[in-house]
């Protein structure tokens, strides 16, 4: 079975302060994982993905998130934050179970202070 | 340049009379894919195509449907909305469902459906 959890429902950070939005997963073959950012009223937009090749994988906005197998975890991070950045983020996982199965977490909402 | 389309952005329908939402997308994908997003919640997908194939969620409620009759375009049919619909509803495609070689799901802007 595959289930993905989104640490934090909220977070917030200060603007050019750095980010960390925290995801573990669960799946019993080798997933696929995406972070998605959703602004309000909008459509999900990819911010990256992780498809087992390198296991830091950059996005874009300067957004970044490393694949630790170890530790099941697809934590998004950046740098700076900056105020456009404040938006719901979801990870995602799919998993090659042989059938389709597309995972979403519940979401971090992130607030960016000025 | 837009590549999944989704019109109208906001619609509102009453409680029991049916609405249809679109979708079209310019990526010739093969997959297309309909959620509801509920306030503050996660994407839930109800369905997808594969090409013609019809793929629906087992907990899907019978009030929907789908149609896709061509590559480009598929729509969503609430027969009789209830209040409890009211939702974001998102469209998203994808080249094929190949899940170990991560495909990407592109989606759409979404539709607002507010039921009165």
């Known amino acids: 079975a595959q289930s993905v959890t989104q640490l934090d429902s909220h977070v917030s950070v200060s603007e050019g302060t750095p980010v960390l939005l925290r995801c573990n997963y669960s799946s019993s073959y080798s997933p696929s994982l995406f972070w998605y950012v959703q602004h309000p009223n909008k459509g999900l937009q990819l911010l990256l993905k992780y498809t087992s090749a390198a296991t830091l994988v950059k996005g874009i906005n300067g957004f970044e998130a490393e694949f630790k197998k170890s530790e099941t975890s697809f934590h998004l991070t950046k740098p700076s934050a900056h105020m456009s950045d404040a938006a719901e983020y979801f990870c995602v996982v799919r998993g090659n179970t042989g059938g389709f199965k597309t995972i979403f977490g519940a979401g971090t909402r992130l607030f960016v202070k000025a | 340049d837009a590549m999944v389309i989704q019109n109208p952005r906001y619609q509102v329908t009453q409680f029991g009379k049916p609405v249809t939402l679109s979708c079209s997308q310019t990526?010739?994908?093969?997959?297309m894919y309909w959620y509801q997003q509920k306030s503050s919640q996660a994407p839930k997908l109800l369905f997808h195509y594969y090409d013609k194939d019809f793929n629906n969620e087992a907990d899907t409620p019978d009030n929907f449907q789908s149609r896709r009759p061509n590559t480009s375009f598929c729509f969503l049919d609430i027969r009789s909305p209830g209040l409890g619909d009211a939702a974001m509803y998102l469209c998203?495609?994808?080249?094929?469902?190949?899940?170990?070689?991560?495909?990407?799901?592109?989606f759409g802007p979404g539709t607002r459906l507010l039921v009165l």
């Open positions: 998203a495609t994808s080249r094929g469902l190949a899940e170990g070689r991560g495909e990407t799901q592109y």
């Open positions: 990526l010739n994908h093969n997959v």
